[in-house]
């Protein structure tokens, strides 16, 4: 199969954790028989730099025109003191609206070989860490009317305006619910139903959805709750779904517990199957050029592009597969490294030349 991949290496460590998801995706060419043409295009600092803008309508263009789009992370200090509009970051907010991406889907998983990686007690995860999150990525509070300003006695105000409409709910509670399907069958809807009109909206139509679902074992959580849960008992959860802020903010914690930023994938969604694939974390600018960052979480975001965008579940397959032998082998990249008998350290390039060698 021929496919175009738009590929955004972004700042920090991005071009390599990029390059070496690359390597592998060129090995899964090889050995089962696909040809995939990358395409380079600009955003965050990078694209600051070059442009003066985060994210420039030539790189839209391109990942409209593309099958799907692997992105590193974006953002470093250098940036910092820009307004909001014009710091990297606004170049991911524009390119996950500009894409229609509308479903973020977080996969946190403790996999055995890095169990003790988990900063849980081992009682807690004896019983299993394998959930979703399935985030709302365009509406909600980082999308709705941002204003500052200031009154006439002098006080200085913000706000955010966290703002759903019936028809944003209901299309990432579907995703949820399909995924459940394919999964253990239960979804937990986490919103602040108790405080927020949002909230409430979002705990109306989620139960319309439901009620479509039969099948599928639902409740609801209280934010706060969810995030108590998450440390006391992760086994419970299967998958959670919820708004962009709270999305956020759980899915770092969920992946936390799962042993690393660096391990952790992700996949945003719209309606047709041109997805972007990136990992959680960010440009780690404190390890950037030291050839030191945890390329997985970039390989196995790969590894979700072939499976949700191009329909390969064996070579998605392969590459998960591919990770888990070799860290079963011993070897571990520094953040994931312990003092435990047989472990290998090993740089960002060794880990991706590894990885590849087991396709
Ligand atoms: P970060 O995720 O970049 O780093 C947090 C810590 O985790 C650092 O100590 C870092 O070295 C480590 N880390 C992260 N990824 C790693 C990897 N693959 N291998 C080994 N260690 C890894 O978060 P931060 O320091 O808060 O942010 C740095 C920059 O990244 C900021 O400019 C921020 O805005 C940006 N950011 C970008 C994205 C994105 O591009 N999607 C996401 C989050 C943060």
Known sequence: MNKNIAVIKGDGIGPEIVTEAIKVLDKVCAKFGHSF???????????????????????????????????????????????????????????????????NIRPAKLLAPLASACPLKKEITDSGLDLVIVRELI????????????????????????????????????????????????????????????????????????????????????VDNCAMQLVRNPGQFDVLVTENLFGDILSDEASMITGSLGMIPSASLGETSLGLYEPIHGSAPDIAG?????PIATILSAAMMLKYSFDMSAESDAI?????????????????????????CVSCTEMGDLIASRI
């Open 139 to 222: 509406g909600g509070a980082y999308f709705g009317e941002k204003k500052t300003y200031t009154d006439d006695k002098g006080v200085k105000h913000a706000s955010d305006l966290m703002t759903y409409a019936d028809y944003e709910v209901e299309r990432i509670c579907r995703v949820a619910f399909d995924m459940a399907r394919k999964r253990r069958g239960k979804v937990h809807s986490v919103d602040k139903a108790n405080v927020l009109d949002s909230s409430r909206l979002w705990r109306e139509i989620s139960h319309k959805v439901a009620a479509k679902y039969p099948d599928v074992e639902f409740s609801d959580i209280l």
């Open 320 to 344: 998960e597969n591919a990770v888990t032998a070799v860290l079963n082998e011993g070897y571990r990249t520094a953040d994931i490294m312990s003092d435990a008998a047989g472990l290998k």
């Open 37 to 103: 043409k990358y395409t380079d295009v600009l955003m965050g600092g990078c694209a600051i730099d070059a442009t003066g803008v985060p994210l420039p309508q030539e790189t839209i263009d391109i990942c409209l025109a593309s099958d799907s789009v692997l992105l590193g992370a974006v953002g470093g200090q250098k940036w910092d003191t820009l307004p909001g509009n014009l710091r990297p970051e606004a170049g991911l907010l524009g390119i996950r609206g500009a894409l229609k991406l509308f479903a």
């Open 290 to 294: 030291q050839n030191k960052a945890n």
